[in-house]
């Protein structure tokens, strides 16, 4: 059992509008709870405080899994990843393709690009999908 409370877990995804804070796709078009993603890793001294908590998606949530740094692969430097409670998506993220691709402005975004495969083949699948409906890409 999560030892988050349900009203903190409430207020983090609708603090959200029930996206992935990574990725920013909505819970109700993959038709799953987002889950509760600690920005900085329980398992590297991260606390259930709610800045550390983030509304995630269970892919990203699964790729980020430990990590809280990578390799940003245009400098090769190991980087923070993003942080949704100290930066802003649209500083460090774009969308390309029409919304279909995420890329990475900053070596921030570059490097949480990579380490949470934002651009896996199922995640851009889906985009091109919501595309064509006019549900997707999200505003910034």
């Known amino acids: 059992?999560?030892?988050?409370?349900?009203?903190?877990?409430?207020?983090?995804?609708?603090?959200?509008?029930?996206r992935c804070e990574?990725?920013?796709t909505s819970s109700r078009l993959i038709g799953m709870p987002l889950i509760i993603d600690h920005i900085?890793?329980?398992?590297?001294?991260?606390?259930?405080?709610?800045?550390n908590?983030?509304?995630?998606?269970?892919?990203?949530?699964?790729?980020k899994g430990g990590k809280n740094d990578d390799i940003d692969p245009e400098t090769s430097q190991?980087?923070?990843?993003?942080?949704?409670r100290?930066?802003?998506w649209?500083?460090?993220f774009a969308w390309a393709n029409n919304g279909s691709h995420i890329i990475g402005?900053?070596?921030?975004?570059?490097?949480?690009?990579?380490a949470l495969r934002l651009n896996n083949d199922y995640a851009v699948a889906a985009r091109i999908m919501w595309i064509s409906k006019d549900w997707h890409p999200p505003e910034v």
């Open 1 to 18: 059992m999560s030892s988050i409370p349900k009203r903190i877990r409430a207020q983090v995804w609708a603090e959200a509008g029930h």
């Open 22 to 24: 990574y990725c920013r």
């Open 40 to 51: 900085i890793p329980k398992s590297l001294g991260g606390s259930d405080e709610r800045e």
């Open 53 to 63: 908590l983030a509304a995630s998606c269970y892919r990203c949530n699964e790729f």
């Open 78 to 84: 190991l980087v923070p990843l993003f942080n949704p």
């Open 86 to 88: 100290l930066q802003m």
């Open 90 to 92: 649209g500083e460090h």
């Open 105 to 114: 402005l900053t070596p921030t975004g570059r490097a949480t690009v990579v």
